[in-house]
């Protein structure tokens, strides 16, 4: 058996979850020196990645590393994982080392978790750097309708319309259940008759906003990511604390007792974030943010957007840039944390609150909710 097929025996052991056999075709991959390189260094990704996704498994971590640069694996499919071990140990130094060299994602010699090397800063001083830059997106053209209620929230929400037209029942009859007294706002883009449909159906209730973009991208990864980029005009338009969700999220409580019983502070920032090993763009789940109408919030925001168009202004079209956003979130707040001061909270089991459709287990209840 050649190191291709070793490596597709491993992928489909990895599926059927045998972990450890797995791991054990990886690793045998690893060290075959007469193997395919590019084979070699995709085994070498994915058993460092199995090795992070176990948890508690630090000193084979570090055992695969120092193999790697024996085998002269660097800088392909090495970087990325030396600068996460680095941060995990708090050495900004050397983690900031690491990411400035890190090549983009190598379909060839790369898993695909590691897609989010593409997107990756070059520098620890990305924000001043491009932030001089001017960008198109700041001329993204919202339409809006002019209404604001007395509600304690915004939820935004945003997609292209056949995610619109497939999930905007989840939040939208979920909020009502949850009895969270919050205005929905919905960035839709590149709105099709259906999404009119939808629109025209439910936009008398006055707690639901929408604006709409056309935009030139056809790409996943924009669509993903633009709640982002439109994230700083909505909340200067409601003025209030806003909440920033996947579009097919499901609301399970009143989200003020985030605030009452989970005791979270109104006026920090609240993400999805881990501490422990992992690669940058998985420390952080774009899922669900809380965002204070504040300034530390606005320019946490203000980073986020700037990231994210100095990528999409630049980025060709067939070029994956998965994980941009989660890339953003992350880079922004480690930016945001030489700030004297600055803190975050995070959602910990809180998530309670919210449900995700792979995890969805009462679809129907929601959907078929009466809408008053």
Same mark, same amino acid.
């Given at each position: ?21 797995? +791991?054990?075709?990886?690793?045998? =991959? ?35 590393? &120092? ?5 002269? $694996? +660097?800088?392909? #499919? ?6 996460? @071990? ?22 060839? #010699? ?8 593409? !997107? *990756?800063?070059?520098?620890? &001083? ?19 309708? &002019? ?15 056949? @995610? ?15 009895? !969270? ?28 906003? $929408? ?16 709640? +982002? ?15 920033? +969700? ?14 009452? =019983?989970?005791?979270?502070?109104? &006026? =920090? ?9 992992? *690669? ?25 957007? #700037? ?31 030489? =700030? ?5 909270? !995070? ?5 309670? @609150?919210? !449900? ?17």
């Amino acid at each position: 058996m050649n190191c291709k097929e070793k490596y597709q025996q491993g992928w489909s052991l990895w599926l059927e979850k045998r972990f450890y056999d797995a +791991f054990k075709e990886f690793h045998d =991959i690893i060290l075959y020196k007469k193997g395919d390189i590019k084979v070699r260094k995709k085994a070498f990704d994915a058993a460092c990645f199995m090795l992070i996704k176990d948890g508690n498994r630090e000193n084979e971590f570090i055992g695969l590393l &120092n193999l790697a640069n024996d085998l002269d $694996f +660097f800088p392909d #499919t090495l970087t990325q994982y030396q600068a996460s @071990y680095e941060l995990y140990k708090g050495n900004y130094n050397k983690f900031w080392k690491y990411i400035s060299i890190c090549p983009p994602y190598n379909e060839k #010699t790369m898993g695909p978790w590691s897609r989010g090397c593409t !997107t *990756l800063p070059k520098s620890e &001083n990305w924000y001043y750097e491009i932030s001089k830059i001017k960008n198109n997106k700041d001329d993204i053209k919202i339409l809006m309708d &002019n209404k604001k209620s007395r509600k304690k929230f915004v939820c935004l929400f945003a997609s292209d319309a056949n @995610y619109f037209n497939k999930y905007y029942s989840y939040p939208f009859k979920s909020i009502i259940n949850s009895k !969270t007294e919050a205005d929905l706002h919905f960035h839709i883009i590149n709105p099709n008759k259906q999404t009119y449909d939808i629109i025209n159906n439910i936009k008398n209730n006055n707690y639901i906003n $929408f604006s709409i973009e056309e935009a030139e991208y056809n790409n996943k990864a924009y669509f993903a990511s633009s709640r +982002f980029l439109v994230a700083p005009n909505i909340i200067r338009f409601y003025e209030k604390p806003m909440f920033i +969700f996947d579009i097919d999220v499901c609301i399970n409580d009143n989200l003020e007792k985030l605030f009452t =019983i989970e005791k979270w502070d109104r &006026n =920090i920032i609240g993400v999805r974030h881990t501490y422990g090993l992992a *690669l940058p763009w998985q420390r952080m789940a774009a899922g669900a943010m809380y965002i204070p109408f504040n300034g530390a919030s606005m320019l946490y925001l203000r980073k986020i957007k #700037t990231y994210l168009s100095s990528i999409f202004d630049k980025i060709e079209p067939n070029i994956d840039i998965w994980w941009v956003d989660q890339n953003a979130i992350f880079f922004s707040l480690l930016d945001m944390m030489k =700030i004297k001061g600055f803190k975050f909270q !995070t959602w910990g089991i809180r998530l309670k @609150y919210l !449900t995700f459709p792979n995890l969805f287990q009462d679809k129907q209840k929601i959907l078929n909710t009466k809408i008053k």
